[in-house]
């Protein structure tokens, strides 16, 4: 998914407020974090592997003095997890240099690429980021209009931060399918992919950045410019509703947390069981089972202690790593023995980590396990920035719920419906992507229905074509 953030202010320690911006949205991405200045212009930018604090200890954020600042947390979706593709991106051509950091997925990369790499352009990563990086700093024109330009040959998800020729722009797809807001801090502009980064620092939360907007902040102040116009009512991804953003974020005028609440309350209606406790799945199910056991009437308990120093298994960046994940990740509670369980989760996707769930259940003495779910089944790859970009990796596709249940060992199972989950967001459905829940989607997508992620790597089998 990503977390970028943005700040210009001359007067301040722009490296460190990126970095306890960064700190706010690590939850968005686990694999790498950076942090470029720009002072007087110049650009300077520290990237490496890693969480935030193990990559900015106090004297590089020392080293990073500048009016301005950008800084990204990375979760691949383009291009495997290696330092060559982390973020800030840095490109140099025409006399402008530019850094940039994105959150979301081009689905039009390869044809952008190969004109790039046709008229000269060095890209040395093999994710799609380098290559709007490229495209900027090699136009000739003014670069709020180069910005446009680039915009104009974009498809798919995008919300970028960018540094250049002393400015600090932030800018969105049409569709505005990842988020983006813009706030304030004293007088002070800042950007960030939730609401929960200007919290930490203190900063009002000022709006949204629209969809096919440009926001250009710099010693003059802040201004916006027009450079898409937005496709009908805008389609802002529902996942970022359900799990990836934080609870405490308010998002399209949606406060998180209570529309998780919401959604267990509605999975209470719908799919009622008798049990004798209610557990989340920690922590993104939390809110969705507070809410079924207050819609319910059945005693909520935590019953599953997660290990907090154990990263999100879902963005991990291979299987491999995500099973691991969940055996150091949970442990059961002894008081579940004898237990009928309801154990509530936001989401399943790939179905591992329920699955281990359900049989470590069991093991610990529970009677029956009966698994809710407060969204639909996923049943359709993203290709807008989750990395879940072919059919083959959805426990959904393919199956219905009574074999997606036989699968997982669980007692029962049912999803919220999707009408259940739309009211409970209170946003109108046509504002919305869904097409994970759907297949219907927003943009134009590869015609065989898969993107690989490693289709730029050196030795990857996927052919580098749309």
């Known amino acids: 998914m990503c977390g970028i953030f943005g700040i210009h202010a001359p007067d301040r320690d722009v490296a460190r407020i990126a970095h306890f911006g960064l700190l706010a949205l690590q939850h968005r991405g686990q694999e790498s974090a950076g942090i470029a200045v720009s002072d007087d212009g110049h650009l300077m930018v520290l990237r490496e592997m890693g969480l935030v604090a193990q990559v900015f200890t106090e004297e590089r954020l020392r080293g990073l003095a500048g009016q301005a600042a950008i800084g990204h947390t990375r979760y691949s979706t383009t291009g495997s997890t290696m330092w060559t593709n982390a973020q800030p991106s840095v490109q140099h051509g025409n006399g402008r240099a530019v850094a940039l950091g994105h959150n979301g997925n081009l689905t039009n990369t390869s044809e952008l690429r190969q004109e790039l790499v046709a008229s000269g352009a060095r890209l040395r ?3 799609d980021t380098e290559v709007i990086a490229a495209m900027i700093a090699r136009d000739e024109r003014p670069l709020e209009e180069a910005v446009a330009a680039t915009m104009r040959r974009l498809e798919g998800a995008y919300s970028i931060v960018l540094l250049s020729e002393g400015k600090l722009i932030g800018f969105r797809d049409a569709d505005g399918i990842r988020p983006l807001a813009l706030g304030r801090l004293d007088g002070d502009s800042l950007l960030a992919s939730e609401s929960c980064a200007f919290d930490l620092l203190g900063a009002e939360h000022v709006r949204e950045v629209e969809p096919g907007e440009i926001v250009v902040v710099d010693a003059g102040g802040c201004r916006s410019l027009e450079a898409l116009a937005p496709r009908a009512r805008g389609a802002l991804c529902i996942f970022e509703l359900i799990y990836f953003a934080r609870p405490d974020t308010h998002l399209a005028g949606v406060e998180l947390h209570g529309a998780r609440v919401r959604m267990g309350e509605r999975l209470a209606r719908e799919a009622p069981v008798d049990a004798d406790v209610v557990i989340p799945i920690p922590d993104s199910g939390t809110p969705a089972a507070i809410g079924f056991a207050r819609a319910s009437g059945i005693p909520y308990s935590e019953g599953l202690i997660k290990n907090r120093y154990v990263g999100r298994t879902f963005i991990q960046p291979d299987q491999a790593l995500r099973e691991h994940g969940i055996r150091t ?20 996707v790939r179905g591992t980590t329920t699955r281990k769930i359900v049989g470590m259940l069991f093991d610990a003495g529970a009677t029956e396990v009966h698994v809710r779910v407060s969204s639909p089944p996923i049943v359709a790859p993203c290709f807008y920035g989750i990395d879940m970009a072919t059919r083959g990796e959805l426990v959904a596709s393919g199956r219905s719920v009574e074999q997606i249940r036989d699968l997982l060992g669980a007692t029962t199972l049912a999803y919220l419906s999707l009408e259940g989950l739309q009211e409970a967001t ?29 289709r730029f790597e050196p030795r990857s089998a996927v052919a580098p074509h749309l």
């Not at 949970?330 to 989760?345: H, K, S, T």
């Open 125 to 127: 990563s093999t994710s």
């Open 329 to 348: 990740k949970f442990n059961p509670l002894d008081e579940l023995a004898g237990q009928r369980v309801i154990v509530v989760d936001d989401s399943i």
């Open 426 to 454: 209170r946003r109108p459905a046509d504002t919305m992507c869904r097409a994970c829940l759907t297949g219907s989607y927003p943009t134009r997508v590869p015609d065989h229905g898969e993107l690989a992620k490693l």
